[in-house]
């Protein structure tokens, strides 16, 4: 069946610094309509900080992964 609703496309950015746990460098704004959506990696302080830290500098989304193999989604 098709997926219904209205989705989001984006532009992914990486966050600098990548750990997003201090307030990013640069600000960003949406490019042809295009929602910023920042790319972040895992670690280094709590989920909301990064996720806060990614808002204030202008991002409509955050990705925030794990670059370590622990072999279990769910521990």
Known sequence: PAV??????GM????????ACIPLKDNVSAEGG??????????????EDKVR??????????IVYDDEDSGALVS
Do not use: M
Request: hydrophobic share 40%; with cysteine; glycine share 14%.
């Open 4 to 9: 219904v609703g209205s989705g989001d496309c």
């Open 12 to 19: 992914l950015y990486i966050a600098e610094p990548l750990n």
């Open 34 to 47: 295009r929602s910023p959506i920042a790319l972040i990696i895992r670690g280094g302080c709590t989920f």
């Open 53 to 62: 830290n990614a808002q204030d500098a202008g991002f409509k989304a955050a």
